[in-house]
């Protein structure tokens, strides 16, 4: 006799048996939705019946919220970011946004979720300034992973106030164009910070950075945690000799300065910026 449970089974997909996906848990549902993202959540997945509108409405629904737009500083996005985090109720544990990031939209995300904020990606967000993005960071102590790549980050005494903020930090991606130039004393400040102030990283991504091998034997030092270093356009960086050795010995993924950037693992909004090369001093 047939069950009148709804439930199923992997067996019963592949036979073409039908699933009743209002049925699904609230936990598998809410896994579902984070993979449309947050715009396509609020314009079309609310829509689809009742027990989803209510889903849409739970905060937990927005414990995590991407949102990538493709218009520099789109107020729109911008609004409805900020609508999303206070709907979360100061559960927000994951927010990844592009191009449309602003200093008052960094300080209301720090003010609505400082006690759970784990993961903070931005990404072209011309509209962030050094200030607003140390001050709203500042103000999340318990960081993990933070992402500026293409943004505005360009002093260093800024970053060390990042890393001194973030005593869990994780994960840090910095990432820019390639810049080819006569070397300067001051290209190693950056990675000389995240040395001195980031000690338990394990992923590092610092693409188009001008780091030396100076810097690089700083991060070695400092960071004895590091499993993924990610150089790719760094060409200030000769990688060969004992450095090299050590690099390979310690460090499960290196991607070296001229290593093909078609098969960077990030996704293509940093890609298609990755490609672009500075050239300067010829």
Known sequence: ???????????????????????????LTTSILHLLGAVEIVKTARKVCRSWRRL???????????????????????????????????GLVEIDISRFGTDPLLRYIADKSSRHLRILRISFCYQVTD????AAVSRLPLLEELEVSHC?????????????????LKTFKKNGSGFRGPRHEFDDVFALAIAETMPRLCHLELVGDRLSDVGLKAILNGCPN????????????????????RCIERIKVVRR???????????????????????MGR
């Not at 991407?66 to 789109?74: N, R, Y």
């Not at 980050?153 to 903020?165: D, K, P």
């Not at 590091?226 to 050795?245: I, M, S, Y």
């Not at 300065?257 to 050239?279: C, F, L």
Request: with cysteine; aromatic share 4%; hydrophobic share 30%.
């Open 1 to 27: 006799m047939a069950s009148s449970s709804s439930s199923f089974s992997p067996m019963e997909m592949n036979k073409g048996g039908c699933v009743n996906w209002v049925e699904l848990p609230p936990e």
């Open 56 to 90: 849409c409405k739970d905060p937990s629904t927005w414990s995590k919220i991407v949102m990538h737009s493709e218009e520099v500083g789109d107020r729109n996005y911008e609004k409805l970011c900020s609508h999303l985090v206070r709907r979360s109720q100061g």
């Open 131 to 134: 200030g607003g993005l140390v």
């Open 152 to 168: 505005s980050l360009s002093e260093e005494c800024r970053l060390r106030v990042v890393g001194q903020s973030c005593p869990n």
């Open 226 to 245: 590091l499993e993924h270093l990610d150089l790719h356009k760094c060409f200030n960086v000769e990688l060969v000799g004992d450095l090299e050795t």
């Open 257 to 279: 300065p001229n290593d093909s950037i078609h098969d960077h693992p990030s996704d293509a909004r940093h890609v298609a910026s990755a490609e672009g090369v500075v050239i």
